[in-house]
């Protein structure tokens, strides 16, 4: 994964078939936190690229909203750091 390989709003949008106020509730629900002043200057890590498109898939194949994907990707990253933590 390269650190220094970033997003606009506008690349997500069309790669992840998503309105900017699909993305707008994304961030303010957690599920990416990008840098920048305002939605038209954001820009996005892979990380967070990644995190938008399970969420998407989420929406898609099992029908969930964004607060419950955002809820679902908290807890599938609880989980990992528990096995982690186990491992």
């Known amino acids: 994964m390269n650190d220094n390989v970033f997003y606009t709003t506008y690349a997500i949008c069309?790669?992840?078939?998503?309105?900017?106020?699909n993305i707008n509730e994304m961030v303010t629900w957690g599920i990416a936190n990008p840098y920048g002043e305002c939605p038209e200057k954001w820009l996005f890590t892979h990380?967070?690229?990644?995190?938008?498109?399970?969420?998407?898939?989420?929406r898609n194949d099992l029908?969930?909203?964004?607060?419950?994907?955002?809820?679902?990707?908290?807890?599938?990253?609880?989980?990992k750091k528990l096995r982690?933590?186990?491992?």
């Open 47 to 58: 990380e967070d690229f990644e995190r938008i498109a399970r969420a998407q898939r989420f």
């Open 84 to 87: 982690e933590r186990r491992g």
């Open 63 to 79: 029908e969930i909203n964004i607060p419950g994907a955002a809820f679902a990707l908290e807890l599938i990253e609880e989980v």
């Open 14 to 21: 069309n790669s992840q078939k998503l309105s900017k106020e």
